[in-house]
């Protein structure tokens, strides 16, 4: 491998890690750190397996598909996944993860240094501005981002976790307030939504690989598994860190803490007031980026599922404009509107990314349209589950794995295996 190949999926895996760290990936950690204890290696493990795993999984899953992620989906029937891509791209855009991104930069980066000073209006107004100057193209996202934002970012954390490594705030808990720390951390991993966004961001991926002038299949597949390996270590180290950072101020503080106060206050106790402006530094970073590239992502996918009738430029600053006026609620808010949607598409999207990487051998459509029914329905009921009312779906969190964060594992694979017995000329009895 030359020079310059090593040179861009450097760039590329480093704008992938910044367009997956954001606002989710900053603060859940340390506050699974304070949930777990002594087990806090587990939380992160499982958050990491969640998160980062399946993101990695996301991305080589749409390689075969040129990045297009309306192409994967019809694989489950052409309706239900536009149905299932628009979610995503809802979910991962305009609906919730980019409007997190400004909220949380407000909470953590400009409050605690400015105060009430910046009105919060006239900060997501800027926020988005410059995201929408910097998405506007999208081949150009991945260099300005993995070129010049992310060795910033990365430079940033590495000094907040490394001086508390070097400096630990306190001993850790022996005891965990959670019983089930693997399961609280596949929970939370999930709210971080980088397992959707892989679907979605692999389309902006790809668009660089190929301005780079890497056109062929296996040069494709080369580059995008480096970028790929590169983002994952990247987000496990940092995800560890921080996780440990969590731990060490865990006999300080209980689960009622908010995960942004939890962070401001590490770093202000391991850096000082000085600890408060590089935070900001960090989170305007961590959020930006993943502004830009969910920006960029979503207006690709719509472009292509509308055969170019919406503009991709056009998409992009819809998008921002939604978003400044959703990031306006709330980080707290934002969470807790989230969790419910991301239990009903998340299992569902993963089942298409498993599915994918074995789709040369996999002929038959209603294999992924069994599957990703079977997935809907085990979540459409574990939703249910969660209310007073209803209290009668209360026997699917008695499936396997359930303890886990898995009970729709099983079903999807009875799933599976029932569609692998209807041929494909047939319409399933689901339709």
């Given at each position: 491998?030359?020079?310059?190949?090593?040179?861009?999926?450097?760039?590329?895996?480093?704008?992938?890690?910044?367009?997956?760290?954001?606002?989710?990936?900053?603060?859940?950690?340390?506050y699974?750190?304070?949930?777990?204890?002594?087990?806090?290696?587990?939380?992160?493990v499982?958050?990491?397996?969640?998160?980062?795993?399946?993101?990695l999984?996301?991305?080589?899953?749409?390689?075969?598909?040129?990045?297009?992620?309306?192409?994967?989906?019809?694989?489950?029937?052409?309706?239900?996944?536009?149905?299932?891509?628009t979610?995503?791209?809802?979910?991962?855009?305009?609906?919730?993860?980019?409007?997190?991104?400004?909220?949380?930069?407000?909470?953590?980066?400009?409050?605690?240094?400015?105060?009430?000073?910046?009105?919060?209006?006239?900060?997501?107004?800027?926020?988005?501005?410059i995201?929408?100057?910097?998405?506007?193209?999208?081949?150009?996202?991945?260099d300005?981002?993995?070129?010049?934002?992310?060795?910033?970012?990365?430079?940033?954390?590495?000094?907040?976790?490394?001086?508390?490594?070097?400096?630990?705030?306190?001993?850790?808990?022996?005891?965990?307030?959670?019983?089930?720390?693997?399961?609280?951390?596949?929970?939370?991993?999930y709210?971080?939504?980088?397992?959707?966004?892989?679907?979605?961001?692999?389309?902006?991926?790809?668009?660089?690989?190929?301005?780079?002038?890497?056109?062929?299949?296996?040069?494709?597949?080369?580059m995008?598994?480096?970028?790929?390996?590169?983002?994952?270590?990247?987000?496990?180290?940092?995800y560890?860190?921080?996780?440990?950072?969590?731990?060490?101020?865990?006999?300080?503080?209980?689960?009622?803490?908010?995960?942004?106060?939890?962070?401001?206050?590490?770093?202000?106790?391991?850096?000082g007031?000085?600890?408060?402006?590089?935070?900001?530094?960090?989170?305007?970073?961590?959020?930006l980026?993943?502004?830009?590239g969910?920006?960029?992502?979503?207006?690709?996918?719509?472009?292509?599922?509308?055969?170019?009738?919406?503009?991709?430029?056009?998409?992009?600053i819809?998008?921002?404009?939604?978003?400044?006026?959703?990031?306006?609620?709330?980080?707290s808010?934002?969470?807790?509107?989230?969790?419910?949607?991301?239990?009903?598409?998340?299992?569902?999207?993963?089942?298409?990314?498993?599915?994918?990487?074995?789709?040369?051998?996999?002929?038959?459509?209603?294999?992924?349209?069994?599957?990703?029914?079977?997935?809907?329905?085990?979540?459409?009921?574990?939703?249910i589950?969660?209310?007073?009312?209803?209290?009668?779906?209360?026997f699917?969190?008695?499936?396997?794995?359930?303890?886990?964060g898995?009970?729709?594992?099983?079903p999807?694979i009875?799933?599976?295996?029932?569609?692998?017995?209807?041929?494909?000329?047939?319409?399933?009895?689901?339709?």
């Open positions: 491998m030359g020079g310059k190949q090593v040179k861009d999926m450097v760039i590329v895996g480093f704008a992938l890690f910044a367009m997956f760290f954001g606002a989710g990936n900053l603060i859940f950690p340390p699974l750190g304070v949930l777990s204890g002594v087990q806090w290696w587990i939380a992160f499982a958050f990491f397996i969640a998160d980062g795993g399946l993101a999984l996301g991305v080589i899953a749409m390689i075969k598909y040129d990045g297009k992620a309306d192409e994967m989906l019809a694989r489950c029937g052409k309706k239900l996944g536009a149905i299932i891509g979610a995503i791209v809802l979910c991962i855009g305009p609906g919730i993860a980019i409007p997190r991104t400004a909220a949380t930069t407000y909470e953590i980066g400009i409050l605690p240094n400015f105060g009430q000073n910046i009105n919060p209006w006239i900060f997501s107004i800027i926020f988005f501005a995201v929408i100057f910097l998405s506007i193209k999208p081949s150009k996202v991945v300005i981002v993995g070129s010049y934002l992310t060795p910033a970012l990365l430079i940033a954390l590495a000094v907040l976790i490394i001086k508390g490594i070097i400096s630990p705030l306190g001993e850790i808990r022996q005891n965990s307030l959670i019983e089930a720390p693997f399961a609280e951390g596949i929970s939370q991993g709210q971080t939504m980088d397992a959707l966004a892989a679907v979605i961001f692999a389309s902006v991926i790809i668009i660089s690989i190929i301005a780079k002038g890497y056109k062929t299949n296996e040069e494709k597949f080369k995008t598994i480096g970028a790929g390996v590169v983002a994952s270590i990247g987000l496990a180290l940092v560890g860190g921080l996780a440990y950072l969590g731990a060490t101020v865990s006999n300080q503080y209980g689960a009622e803490v908010q995960q942004t106060a939890l962070v401001v206050a590490i770093t202000n106790a391991l850096l007031s000085g600890g408060k402006m590089l935070l900001g530094l960090i989170v305007a970073l961590a959020c980026t993943t502004a830009i969910l920006s960029s992502a979503a207006g690709n996918y719509f472009s292509d599922l509308s055969k170019g009738k919406l503009k991709y430029e056009h998409v992009v819809v998008v921002c404009v939604f978003s400044a006026i959703v990031s306006n609620f709330g980080v808010t934002i969470i807790q509107v989230a969790a419910p949607i991301l239990s009903l598409v998340y299992p569902a999207t993963v089942t298409m990314i498993i599915l994918s990487l074995f789709t040369d051998k996999i002929k038959n459509d209603n294999v992924y349209k069994f599957g990703v029914y079977f997935a809907l329905i085990v979540s459409i009921l574990s939703i589950s969660g209310y007073s009312w209803g209290s009668w779906a209360g699917i969190n008695k499936l396997p794995l359930t303890s886990l898995f009970n729709w594992v099983v999807v009875i799933g599976c295996l029932l569609g692998a017995f209807v041929p494909s000329s047939m319409k399933p009895v689901t339709e």
